[in-house]
């Protein structure tokens, strides 16, 4: 893609601003250290679910996941429903009885409930390094989308958002992060269904084009393509291109197309970068199909749900935001209204990657497919309408890396400031600009990995370490200090491990490289059997204040009992 | 300074649940048990249908493939449930989840306090 003039850099700055303008309002009401933590538990309902909202929806939502359909089809469709049903789970499980907690963080919670220093320490680190590897790709996707739609070099996005992010969260804390976030979402709902609602009826007055039909993708116009960097495709029907070198005849099979600028005469089969297999329509719109060459795909569909409905109640930054509401009736009410908004934001991703197959197929010949819902208002509306679309679609992304990675920083700060420092409100500013730094150098220095796929192993960490401490701690009065932190280890050893494989493409192909990108399915349980069978081997640990603390967590608040939190 | 506090002190002494449940004795250990199972069970029956008419579905899939070309409303099956009508229905679990958890708190309140 090429810059579209000035409105994209309005829509940069003008987010940036905003941020900066809204955060600064939290600003003036942020003073003590329970400011900057929780927010002094003073919360609305609703406007904690827009600031949970605007906090979850990442660049792996707003454009990760109209990519994934766009390229894979109706499996991918199980992303956003975990996405979702994970907060069932969480109000189901954890939402009330973690705010009665009285805590400020999960190592708070951990420290209460099992009286362990020791597992404290451990979930402290597990917060950092889930929340270190969820800010790297929002980073990275932040340069990327800032080179695609501006032209600016790819370490400039990184850098602007780690330093609006830690301005706005070293000034104010939960407090700004609260206002920031509560209006990135509203301001992500209307970026992503406004442009949509355009084209779905530019579609429309196309005759509705078939979007499943039999056929693969095809370029519906003599199209121009301008490649970057050299790419390996497949090309499935023969077709005469002008390449570079002059009129060139891809035959099927592999083929290397070098940089320059390649014209696809309309009606030619979309040949695929080489990593994606191409699908016909109706293959495509067939869940376990294996479209676009997806392995193992019932498999990968369960472990892919296990990690999303579980992973997002071991969230860090999620679950610290259920601590700044007032009492757990009001965190229920909340998590309550982040079904009713993340359920209407989803509606959207899955029709741009489905409108992308008939309107930007040549980004299944380039592999950028995260940019499909950015692309996809200039190739169907063009002029300045589709120009303005597109800024506002670039506002959008750009809100979702600015408000998940102020979540991100605060919970990972937090748990800085309160485990490595003493607490006040300097060292808070002092934790954030460290929490950012460490994973600002990994976004600059690692080679990219796709946002999905990064976040999905980060939910995979989550769902093998945070699930099962908080679902055996609140719920079963057997866990002990021992137990958890052989859980903990057991099962965050075993994620990360699978994590680094996968990243280093250490395994290819097969069932070994299936489990080993999608390891929840296997790892939650074991991390349960382990925390588990461990416990029952020391019941002479089990705390010996347990009745006490399952009252608190359990108990309703009007029954009277002064939580002095 | 910022750690948690991990006793919960009752204020009004007078009434004997309350006084039961403060000191957690067996009474006190009772009442707070049949909270947590009645509230477990409920979390666990939701959690069971869902997961099985969520869960279900690949395995719908995966057995009859033929359920995936099914078309309602001009979209097909799979794309209608995942695409769509997912999303109300669990917000509707969730409505009702807060109901019934919100009855059981008000019971055992009740029960607190009738005694």
């Not at chain 1, 999303?308 to 009492?327: C, K, Q, S």
């Not at chain 1, 965190?331 to 990657?353: D, Q, S």
């Not at chain 2, 099914?70 to 097909?76: A, S």
């Amino acid at each position: 893609m090429r810059s579209s003039g000035p409105y994209d850099e309005a829509a940069v700055v003008l987010v940036v601003l905003l941020t900066l303008a809204v955060g600064s309002y939290g600003l003036r009401l942020a003073r003590t250290t329970s400011d900057f933590l929780v927010a002094s538990r003073g919360v609305s309902p609703l406007l904690n679910a827009s600031a949970i909202g605007g906090e979850y929806l990442s660049a792996a939502s707003f454009l990760g996941i109209a990519g994934l359909v766009f390229a894979y089809g109706a499996d991918m469709l199980w992303y956003p429903v975990g996405f979702v049903a994970g907060y069932l789970v969480l109000l189901m499980v954890v939402a009330a009885p973690l705010r009665r907690s009285g805590a400020y963080t999960v190592p708070d919670f951990a420290e209460a409930r099992l009286g362990s220093a020791a597992v404290r320490r451990l979930a402290s680190a597990l917060v950092v390094a889930i929340g270190w590897l969820y800010l790297v790709p929002q980073l990275q996707g932040a340069g990327l989308t800032l080179r695609a739609t501006t032209g600016a070099p790819a370490w400039a996005g990184a850098v602007l958002v780690a330093v609006v992010v830690t301005v706005n969260v070293a000034g104010g804390g939960m407090r700004s992060a609260t206002f920031v976030q509560a209006f990135q979402y509203w301001l992500k709902l209307t970026a992503i269904s406004v442009p949509l609602l355009v084209l779905v009826s530019v579609w429309q007055s196309d005759g509705a084009p078939d979007l499943a039909g039999p056929q693969g993708p095809v370029f519906r116009e003599t199209t121009t393509l301008r490649l970057d960097d050299p790419v390996r495709v497949q090309v499935l029907e023969a077709v005469t291109v002008r390449a570079p070198t002059g009129d060139r005849l891809l035959a099927p099979g592999r083929e290397r197309l070098e940089a320059g600028t390649y014209v696809f005469p309309a009606g030619a089969a979309v040949p695929h970068v080489d990593r994606i297999e191409a699908a016909a329509g109706d293959d495509w719109a067939r869940p376990l199909s294996g479209a676009g060459g997806l392995e193992h795909p019932l498999y990968a569909t369960y472990a892919l749900v296990l990690a999303t409905f579980l992973g997002t109640l071991g969230l860090p930054h999620v679950l610290v935001r259920f601590y700044t509401n007032p009492d757990g009736a009001s965190a229920r009410r909340t998590t309550l209204f982040v079904l009713a908004l993340l359920g209407t934001f989803y509606l959207a991703p899955a029709l741009y990657g489905a409108l992308g197959r008939v309107y930007v197929p040549q980004l299944l010949l380039t592999g950028q497919t995260d940019a499909v819902v950015l692309a996809l208002p200039r190739a169907m509306v063009g002029g300045l309408t589709g120009a303005l679309l597109e800024a506002l679609l670039v506002a959008g992304a750009f809100a979702a890396f600015l408000s998940t990675s102020s979540g991100l920083l605060v919970s990972t700060a937090g748990v800085i400031v309160q485990d490595v420092l003493r607490g006040s409100v300097r060292d808070f500013r002092r934790a954030t600009v460290v929490a950012a730094v460490v994973p600002l150098v990994l976004a600059l220095a690692a080679s990219r990995l796709p946002v999905g796929v990064v976040v999905g192993l980060a939910f995979a960490l989550a769902a093998s370490t945070f699930c099962p401490l908080l679902v055996l701690g609140i719920w079963w009065r057997g866990l002990t200090a021992p137990g958890a932190a052989t859980g903990l280890v057991v099962g965050g050893g075993l994620s990360a491990a699978a994590v680094l494989a996968t990243f280093t493409g250490l395994v290819d192909g097969g069932w070994p490289a299936s489990l080993l990108a999608q390891p929840a399915a296997w790892t939650v349980p074991v991390t349960f059997a382990v925390m588990i069978g461990v416990s029952l081997a020391t019941k002479d640990r089990i705390p010996a204040d347990v009745g006490r603390t399952m009252l608190r967590l359990h108990a309703p608040e009007s029954l009277g009992l002064d939580r002095r939190s | 300074m910022t750690s948690p506090r991990t006793s919960a002190v009752l204020r009004p002494p007078g009434r004997p649940a309350l006084r039961a449940l403060d000191e957690q004795d067996v009474v006190g250990e009772l009442l707070v048990r049949s909270l947590v199972r009645a509230q477990l069970v409920l979390a666990l029956r939701l959690a069971a249908v869902f997961a099985f008419l969520l869960g279900g579905l690949p395995l719908l899939f995966a057995v009859a493939p033929a359920t995936r070309d099914i078309e309602v409303l001009g979209l097909t099956l799979p794309w209608l449930v995942l695409g769509v009508l997912v999303y109300p229905a669990l917000l509707a679990g969730g409505w009702l989840y807060v109901r019934l958890a919100e009855r059981n708190e008000r019971d055992f309140v009740e029960l607190v306090e009738r005694s």
